[in-house]
């Protein structure tokens, strides 16, 4: 029997044709050499290319070899000499970029998912094969607890699948240190996994990078805490960025670059100098051996501008610089990088009263200074702005000379005095004392309120502190200035009592001046209770005893007055001597002795 086929004709042939022409000549050329020999058993050529077929034993489950044949956008066709091809997803090929990494006439690995599906085709899967392939290597790795090497391929939910020979999940945990939020910066990544959970029958390979950077840390942080020391210049890479500063990772271990340590000059927030990942050098300013904790500095690694300052600004200078800083108290300004100076409220203007600075100022505006004061130890230089205008209050002094007598309105009330408005910015303070040279007044609110036109009398006008002082009183004469020569000491007049105390009674020598008559000088006789000896409206003669004009007080006494009537008595009648009357008869009780509180004489 002879059987030749065309080869345009096999080429239109399909693929169980092909092989079954193919056993068909295999079986003829065999034939011809036993020369016309008997048909084995008595079998067909079809018959045997069927068993020939069923030799091969394809099963599901099994591994074999393949010979790719097309490569199509949605699956790759493979031969593996059954007698139908086999169909394998693309995405089982692809690679990070998304591209498959396959060809024509490649030879792969595969796995019999199926011997045949509803098109009488073989399902095959690469996946699976690269798994049952590599699973004994990653078994005995992950029992071993060796790492397994692998590309980062794609994103998935979770976290990321990784291709170590199969396909791997690594969770999103699992991938660093601390939490990852962009994960495309992984992928196309070839790195080192350990594997921390697999299941042989599922298929499930789960992997962490974690372990292994925790591993790697714990190695570089015992070295590094073995060689740090305060004072050392290190190498570390911005890890994390705070409000307040920013983590470095030095190795193995972290240290905190506070935000005062980063900048000789102002900083608003670290972001304005340092990224994420920024490698810097850094000073090791203080290490905790007990806490493990560090604190690094970078300006330190720069001269510090402070410095230089004292040869670089003198007293008297004038500067500009920018308002970096507002406070209650004054504005802060950057003369240079790293050194500020403070110009106060009261140095802001000469004659407006500042209650903050934003009033004049305001951030980032650039200011005309001079310079007040340096204190290089506090690092502090004391800035003025009004000293750059003519000082007003040097022509108010020779303006308003003491006892130049002014008129104004009444701009505020305080519980010390009012305030008078001189000339557009400045006011005179009328301190309560010297409202009234006689009466005694609690609260400027009981005589004046706000908006009331009075005169005043100019009492100083002091330049440095900024003070105009005035007096209402001063424009009256001082009646106290005659008290000394109207009522020396040792008259006697009549007073009317005004008021009474627990220590005595106020008495009105005249309108407007009292005196007082203390207890112990109201009788004579020993008083307990004022009310006893005189109540307010009364009259009583008293004699002047005491008289303090800078303290304006008058002290008198009623005691003195009798004494001393009693002495022209004796006088008297010690003169006459025609009388027979007795002392005792003539005094009486108050010759006689007192009695004790026991009723005995004492």
Do not use: C
């Not at 493979?78 to 997803?89: A, Q």
């Not at 008297?316 to 209650?328: P, T, Y």
Request: proline share 3%.
């Amino acid at each position: 029997m002879s059987t030749k086929t065309n080869p345009k004709e096999k080429h239109r042939m399909s693929k169980a044709q092909a092989s079954r022409a193919a056993v068909l000549a295999q079986l003829e050329a065999e034939e011809a050499k036993e020369l016309g020999a008997k048909k084995q058993d008595g079998k067909s050529f079809a018959e045997l290319f069927e068993e020939a077929v069923k030799e091969r034993d394809f099963n599901v489950g099994d591994v074999v070899t393949g010979r790719v044949l097309e490569v199509n956008p949605d699956f790759v066709l493979v031969d593996i000499n059954y007698k139908s091809e086999g169909l394998i997803p693309i995405n089982e090929f692809q690679t990070a970029d998304g591209k498959p990494n396959i060809k024509p006439d490649d030879v792969v690995q595969v796995y019999i998912d199926k011997i045949e599906n509803e098109n009488g085709m073989v399902v095959l899967s690469k996946d699976k094969a690269d798994m049952l392939k590599a699973w004994n290597d990653i078994s005995r790795a992950a029992e071993a607890e060796e790492l397994v090497e692998g590309t980062i391929i794609a994103k998935v939910k979770g976290g990321l699948s990784v291709d170590i020979g199969v396909k791997a999940f690594l969770p999103g945990s699992q991938i660093d240190l601390r939490p990852v939020r962009n994960l495309d910066q992984f992928i196309g990544k070839r790195l080192k996994f350990k594997v921390i959970k697999f299941n042989k029958k599922r298929g499930n390979i789960v992997l962490s990078r974690r372990a292994l950077l925790e591993k790697e840390r714990e190695h570089l942080k015992h070295q590094t805490l073995e060689t740090i020391r305060e004072g050392q210049i290190v190498d570390g890479i911005v890890k994390n960025i705070t409000d307040y500063g920013a983590f470095i990772d030095l190795g193995g271990m972290d240290g905190l670059l506070h935000i005062t340590d980063m900048s000789w000059g102002r900083l608003k927030h670290p972001s304005q100098i340092l990224n994420i990942g920024d490698e810097i050098k850094v000073k090791v300013l203080k290490y905790d051996t007990e806490r493990e904790r560090v604190s690094l500095g970078l300006k330190q690694l720069q001269p510090d501008p402070w410095e230089n300052v004292q040869a670089k600004y003198q007293v008297g200078q004038k500067l500009s610089g920018k308002i970096v800083s507002l406070a209650d108290y004054g504005a802060f300004v950057e003369l240079q990088e790293g050194v500020e100076g403070l110009i106060h409220v009261s140095e802001m203007s000469w004659t407006q009263r500042v209650k903050h600075p934003s009033k004049i100022v305001a951030i980032d505006d650039t200011v005309n200074v001079i310079v007040l004061d340096i204190d290089t130890a506090n690092r502090r230089i004391s800035l003025g702005m009004k000293q750059l205008e003519e000082n007003p209050w040097v022509a108010l002094k020779e303006k308003y000379p003491p006892g130049t007598v002014i008129e104004g309105q009444i701009k505020s009330i305080t519980d010390f005095g009012v305030f008078i408005g001189i000339e557009e910015g400045i006011d005179g303070l009328v301190h309560i004392s010297d409202f009234s040279w006689t009466k005694r007044v609690n609260h400027p609110s009981e005589v004046y309120k706000k908006g009331d036109t009075i005169k005043a009398v100019v009492l100083s006008v002091d330049m440095e502190n900024e003070r105009f002082s005035l007096g209402i009183k001063q424009l009256e004469k001082d009646p106290w200035g005659e008290v000394a020569s109207k009522y020396p000491v040792g008259a006697q007049l009549d007073v009317k009592v005004t008021k009474t105390a627990d220590f005595g009674v106020f008495v009105e020598l005249e309108p407007e001046i009292e005196g007082l008559i203390h207890i112990s000088e109201l009788s004579t006789n020993r008083v307990e209770k004022v009310e006893d000896v005189a109540k307010p409206g009364d009259m009583i003669r008293a004699e002047v005893i005491s008289i303090d004009r800078d303290a304006r007080k008058i002290g008198l006494s009623a005691k003195q007055v009798t004494v001393k009537g009693d002495r022209a008595e004796i006088q008297k009648y010690s003169k006459s001597g025609s009388s027979k009357t007795s002392l005792g008869d003539l005094f009486g009780d108050q010759f006689k002795p007192a009695k004790s509180d026991e009723g005995g004489e004492s």
